[in-house]
T-cell receptor, first 113, second 115 residues
Framework: AQSVAQPEDQVNVAEGNPLTVKCTYS??????LFWYVQYPNRGLQFLLK??????LVKGSYGFEAEFNKSQTSFHLKKPSALVSDSALYFC???????????FGTGTRLQVFP | EPEVTQTPSHQVTQMGQEVILRCVPI?????FYWYRQILGQKVEFLVS????????KSEIFDDQFSVERPDGSNFTLKIRSTKLEDSAMYFC?????????????FGSGTRLTVV
């Protein structure tokens, strides 16, 4: 079965510092990986996806993610965090056979001024 | 940018009552989905819908749940007799091509509170 894991419930970072939100995956075949963000009382917003090609994927709001096949990871990164980046971040993998997204448990990012 | 629209944003209902959650997918999308997120927990797949029928459903999606596309624009999720544990945020999503497509757009969600 395909799955993703987000090992950290919460990540705290000071504004201006780089941030990393971790995600590892377990899939059979090629992974289709996604990051979504959820702001308080809001829906899920797409940040970026990896399908194929360059291992470094750039997305919305200055975020990027690095696909690492050997480590089965797809960590979300941003060079300089903003207080407004504080939100809940979900990693997800697309189950192509069954046409559904399988989400991780989410990581709450808190950026302090 | 096209959006998936969900109404209402928040609904409170009494246990045992029927509730209908409404969604307007992106107009040229063909595949539709419902997910839910119980407070503080992860987002879970409920059901996918294509060509006026369910293409897949999860174990959560039991006989109390049903989906419908009544008029070619709306996509609804009905819960016949709500239980306290149905309290959650319900997300609708749509996709242009289904399994061959990698695009997936979510609505902003309906927060259902069962009292």
């Amino acid at each position: 079965a395909q799955s993703v894991a987000q090992p950290e419930d919460q990540v705290n970072v000071a504004e201006g510092n780089p941030l990393t939100v971790k995600c590892t995956y377990s899939v059979s075949g090629n992974p289709y990986l996604f990051w979504y963000v959820q702001y308080p009382n809001r829906g899920l917003q797409f940040l970026l996806k990896y399908i194929t090609g360059d291992n470094l994927v750039k997305g919305s709001y200055g975020f990027e993610a690095e696909f690492n096949k050997s480590q089965t990871s797809f960590h979300l990164k941003k060079p300089s965090a903003l207080v407004s980046d504080s939100a809940l971040y979900f990693c997800a993998v697309r189950d192509i056979e069954t046409d559904k997204l399988i989400f991780g448990t989410g990581t709450r990012l808190q950026v302090f001024p | 940018e096209p959006e998936v629209t969900q109404t209402p944003s928040h609904q409170v209902t009494q246990m045992g009552q029927e509730v209908i959650l409404r969604c307007v997918p992106i107009s040229n999308h063909l595949y539709f989905y419902w997910y839910r997120q119980i407070l503080g927990q992860k987002v879970e797949f409920l059901v996918s819908f294509y060509n006026n029928e369910i293409s897949e459903k999860s174990e959560i999606f039991d006989d109390q749940f049903s989906v419908e596309r009544p008029d070619g624009s709306n996509f609804t999720l009905k819960i016949r007799s709500t239980k306290l544990e149905d309290s959650a945020m319900y997300f609708c999503a749509s996709s242009p091509q289904g399994p061959s497509s990698l695009g997936y757009t979510f609505g902003s969600g309906t927060r259902l509170t069962v009292v």
